[in-house]
C-alpha cells in the first residue's frame, strides 16, 4: 500500500495501531507518522516501531492521506476544530467511543471522507475485531483499500452507523469485561491452591480455547457447555453458583450499559463549529 497514515493520539489505542500495523508489514514504519501532545510517549518510541513522532497535529495531516483520530471523546472536538481545514481531500477516521458521523461532518469540511471505525486491543496480537461506517464522501475503492489495511491487524465488518453504540459496548469494550473473567478464573485457581503463574496461564488458555471452539466448531455455546457438564459432575456445581448470582444478565446489563455510555458521549458533545 503506497498510502501515509497519520495517528493523532499515540496512547494506548493510537500506539497499538501503529505496532500492529507495522508488524503486520502492511504498511513500513515511513509510512506512519504519530502524534501527541505528551512527548514523554514519545520516549516510548520503540513500543511503536520507531515510527516518526511529531507533536504538530497539523504538520502530521499535510504529508499524509490518511488521518487516524485516537483522541480521547472529550478532546476530539479540539483536534478535529485544529486540524479541518487541512482535511479536505483526506480520509478522515475516527476510533472515539460514541463520536457519530454526523458529529464528524458538522467538524470537517463537507467533502472530508469520513470512517467510524472501532477497533479493540487484541488488534495488537492479530486478533482484534474493527468495525467500520463510511459517511457518503468514502468510494467503495476506499473502503475497500481501508478495510485492506485493517485487515492485517484483525476481521474488519462494514456494518451500518446505527449499530456503533452496541460493538463499542461488545467488542471494544469487552476485552476489559473478558480480562477481569480470566484474572477471577486464575484467582479461584490460586484460592484452591494452585501458583499464580500457572492458574492465570490455564485461565487465559481455557478462555482462548473456549472462544476458538465457538468459532470454528460451528456449535451453540450451549451444546458446548453442555459437552462440559456431566450429569451430578464438576462444572454443574460450578454452573449453579454462577446461574444462582445472575451471571448472565450481569454481563447482558454490562453491555447495555456502556452502550448507553457510548450514546451519552456523543449527545454530551457541546462545541460548535464555524464552516
Ligand atoms: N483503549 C481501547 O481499548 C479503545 C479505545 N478506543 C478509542 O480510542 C481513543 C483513544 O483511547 P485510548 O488510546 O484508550 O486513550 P489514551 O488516553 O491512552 O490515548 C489518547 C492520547 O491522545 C493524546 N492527546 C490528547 N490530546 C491530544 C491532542 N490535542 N493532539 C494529539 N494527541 C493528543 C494523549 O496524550 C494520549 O496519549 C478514544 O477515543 C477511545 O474511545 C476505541 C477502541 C478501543
Ligand atoms: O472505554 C473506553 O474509553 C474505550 C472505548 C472502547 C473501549 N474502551
Redesign the pocket.
Known sequence: MDKKLCI???????STLAKGLVNAGILKKEQIVG????VD?FEMNPVYCNIETLND?IKAVQQCDIVLL????Q?ID??LKEISSFCKDKIVIS???GITIEHLEKALPSSAKIIRA????PILVGEGVIAISRNKNVSDEEISMVKNLLESVGRVYLVEEDMMDVITALS?SGPAYVYIIIEALADGGVLMGLPRDLSLEFAARTVLGSAKMVLESNKHPGELKDMVTSPGGTAIRGIEVLENRGIRGIIMNAVKEAANRSQEINSQRGVKFDR
Do not use: E, F, H, Y
Not at 70 to 73: C, H, L, Q, T
Open positions: 493523532i493520539g499515540l496512547g494506548k489505542m493510537g502524534t501527541d501532545i505528551c510517549n497535529n485516537s483522541v480521547k471523546p478532546v479540539k483536534v476510533i472515539a467511543a472501532m477497533p479493540n486491543t471494544g
